[in-house]
């Protein structure tokens, strides 16, 4: 079946302006999670969804971010005015959570942010 | 809060050479997972070790966890071409966080030279 799918592949932006970012999980999935990663660095965690808890935001760097979970499937990752140290790949991942925990990430393809 | 410590950075290796990371956590895990990430491209998961002790294998690759589930290595014998990438691990205990929310190591970014 289809993976996880993220939209755009790369976005370039001028400093300032707000950005949206997009990601589709795996159908069925019901955890999902945003990362950011700067250039040769590791992945740096930034929101968790699952089901209809409560996301957790403890890795949103700053106000400026935000994210939402519609009806449990699709995701959006907004950045508002946004700054050059914004600039990065952002990775979505989703997994099937099951009791057991320890549940396999499943990542997108990523989305390339530059900011000018 | 959870602490997580991958060694080396970065390994340079001649192809054949063989190749360890090491993952090391401050506190006792309840599971940890390792990826790899081509260069360009995103984590993929690699294995899932839960047992104080586990010891899995993957043609070259070799996983341990630790007996006291507190830290963990990936070993590949005779590097080739093909192994060259940044391998994560991905440690998940009871943090007081979102059960499920791996913290992600650093990363060991390894390259091979032919």
Known sequence: GAGVSQSPSNKVTEKGKDVELRCDPISGHTALYWYRQSLGQGLE??????GNSAPDKSGLPSDRFSAER???????????????EDSAVYLCASSL???????????????????? | GQQVM??????????????TTYCNSSTTLSNIQWYKQR??????????????????????LTFQ??????????????????????????????????QGNLIFGKGTKLSVKP
């Open chain 1, 45 to 50: 965690f930034l929101i968790y969804f699952q």
């Open chain 1, 70 to 84: 519609t009806g449990g499937s699709v995701s959006t990752l907004t950045i508002q005015r946004t700054q050059q």
């Open chain 1, 97 to 116: 959570v099951t009791s057991g925990g320890g549940e396999t990430q499943y990542f997108g393809p990523g989305t390339r942010l530059l900011v000018l």
């Open chain 2, 6 to 19: 991958q060694i080396p950075q970065y390994q340079h290796v001649q192809e054949g050479e063989d190749f």
């Open chain 2, 39 to 60: 260069p360009g491209g995103h984590p993929v998961f690699l294995i899932q070790l839960v047992k104080s002790g586990e010891v899995k294998k993957q043609k070259r």
């Open chain 2, 65 to 98: 966890f630790g007996e006291a589930k507190k830290n963990s290595s990936l070993h590949i014998t005779a590097t080739q071409t093909t192994d060259v990438g940044t391998y994560f691990c991905a440690p998940q205990g009871d943090y007081g966080g979102s």
